[in-house]
Every structure is written in C-alpha cells, then in structure tokens.
C-alpha cells in the first residue's frame, strides 16, 4: 500500500480508501455483520487506513457495522474513520434534509455511538447548498465540536456543477480541509472545475465513485440490467448503454495487456496531483483485496507532491 497526506489536515491516508454506501443495503445486498467484518479486517491487512461512510447509507446502518466490525477487531486506532452529516434516510433513495445546526449536533451524536467511538477523525459536508454551507449555527456546532474532540478535521463532500467552486474557495474561512468530489475516467469535470482550486488552496482530494458505480469495473456491458432494489436502476434511462460502450472503447484502447479494468480505472485517478486517495466500495473480501492491489499498479506514483514514506 502507498500512503500520501492528505492536504494540509496531517492525515496519512492510504491512497486506496474503503467505500461503504453499499453497507446500507441500497446497492441490491443487504450486509449482515459476519460479512463486514471481515472485509474490515482484511482492509486493515493490505494496508487501508481509510474509512468513509455517511450517516444515511441506510439509517446509521453503514456505521453501525462498521462500528461494530472496528471494535470487534480492536482497530480503532489504526484506521481513519470519515463520515458525513446533512441527509436522513428515510428509505431507499429517500433523503430528507436535516441540516440546522441542531440536527447537525443530533447527527453527530448519532455517529458516534453507531460508530462506537468517541470521535471521528473526519466529518463532512454532504452535498448541501450554499446557504447551509454558510450558515453560522452550523459553523458553531462543528467548531464546538472540534473542540471537544469529538470531530478532528472538517470536510466537504460536495455536489456536482461549477458553482460548488464557491463552497472550495470559502474552505479556509469555513476550516475545511479536504473535499470530497466525484471523478473517475468517464467523470472528468473535477480536472477544469475543482482540481486548481484545491492544489492552490492545497485541501486534500478524496476520489468519490472512482469505479462509476461499477461501470468502470469490466463486469457490465451494453445492455445490462439491474434490480429494482440497486440504485443504478434509475440510470437505465440516462444514458447507461452508451456510457457502458464508452467503457469497452477504454478497456481496448487504453488500458494495458494484463491489467483489470477496475484496477486501471483506480490506478488512472491516483495519477492525478490534485487526489490523495480513492474510496470505491465493495461487496466482500476479494473486492477489497483487488482494490488495493491498484496501489501496485505504475500509473500511483509515490512522487507525488503530497506523498508521505
């Protein structure tokens, strides 16, 4: 595994993390405890230091396994544990919003015990708007917070579109540290819109839905269907066949002899100088395994300006 630090916060992340929104059962599997833990120890035998969950992939649900496989295996201190406040679950892909400074205190709490922990070393901002971003209430209870040691480091996971460049420019007055941003090979608007902002605000990058929720893996093809029960099912409609014919021109034309597309495709993300660290989920043991072994792959560089030895 290769490690860099993540912007100026001091983390020393691994640059292959472990997503978890699919541990809220909205990605067609529901997960029972005897399956998380392993993976979460498996995780933490190559190498990943990175956990990002949210408290609406299912309601706490994500962070309860976690929680729980974490202290089954006595690792709290050996992993990052990141997640994110603003949503409610209210059923699969309902979200309501949540977001006064009031229900982001009540969120937090919530965490923490779903977490079984006294702190968590990463919260963030999940994709809110302007006005909450902004607003002071919020600002107070996560500065409250920081100094009780419940919250170490801010972050901001944000939306898509130019105008979230507003929320990255204004991290240093609101104590951000690190953004969140969606990128990955058929997802490049983070180049142009975000990527010089953060490297000259120098805030840590943290590659969401790297695998294009799982488009980039290899495994579908033009034509694919998913369940009801998956949250790709709504992207039938969008686009999905021509996105997945892009996918296979990629895999002939640009990733080598040898080589897994899903590695390649997380290996492609590290190369950027802007991303410290991907996080892409996974469904059990092996995908963990392979995950990490894109950190293997010559494209993740350990020059990178922010690595850490």
């Not at 006595?74 to 209210?90: N, V």
């Not at 099912?233 to 597309?261: F, N």
Request: net charge negative; proline share 4%; hydrophobic share 40%.
């Amino acid at each position: 595994m290769k490690y860099r630090v993540l912007g100026q916060s001091g983390l020393r992340v691994s640059v292959i993390g472990l997503g978890t929104w699919q541990l809220g059962g909205e990605w067609g599997k529901e997960f029972s405890q005897q399956e998380v833990t392993p993976m979460v120890q498996r995780a933490h035998e190559v190498g990943i230091n990175f956990i990002d969950t949210a408290e609406c992939y299912g309601d706490h649900t994500s962070e309860r396994l976690l929680g729980q496989a974490i202290k089954e295996l006595g690792l709290r201190e050996d992993f990052l544990i990141a997640t994110k406040f603003g949503h409610r679950f209210e059923g699969n892909f309902k979200r309501s919003e949540p977001r006064t400074g009031a229900d982001v205190e009540q969120q937090l709490e919530a965490s923490l015990r779903a977490l079984q922990t006294d702190h968590v070393d990463l919260y963030q901002y999940h994709s809110v708007r302007d006005s909450e971003f902004f607003a002071e209430d919020v600002q107070a209870v996560l500065e409250k917070a920081k100094q009780a040691g419940k919250v170490r480091h801010i972050g901001n996971s944000i939306g898509g579109g130019a105008k979230t460049s507003v929320q990255i420019e204004a991290s240093k007055q609101m104590q951000v540290e690190t953004v969140q941003i969606v990128y990955n090979r058929l997802s490049r608007q983070a180049e142009d819109l975000f990527f010089p902002v953060c490297e000259r605000l120098r805030l840590g990058v943290l590659a969401r839905v790297p695998l294009a929720s799982g488009f980039l893996s290899g495994k579908y093809k033009p034509g694919a269907l998913f369940a009801e029960n998956d949250v790709r099912h709504a992207m039938q409609s969008a686009g999905k066949d021509e996105r997945l014919a892009e996918v296979e021109t990629i895999a002939r034309t640009e990733v080598p002899a040898g080589v897994s597309m899903a590695n390649w495709a997380l290996a492609w993300c590290l190369k950027s100088p802007a991303v410290q660290c991907v996080i892409p989920g996974c469904k059990n043991v092996a995908q963990v395994e392979s995950n990490a072994a894109a950190a293997d792959l010559p494209l993740v560089e350990q020059a990178h300006p922010w690595a850490a030895p």
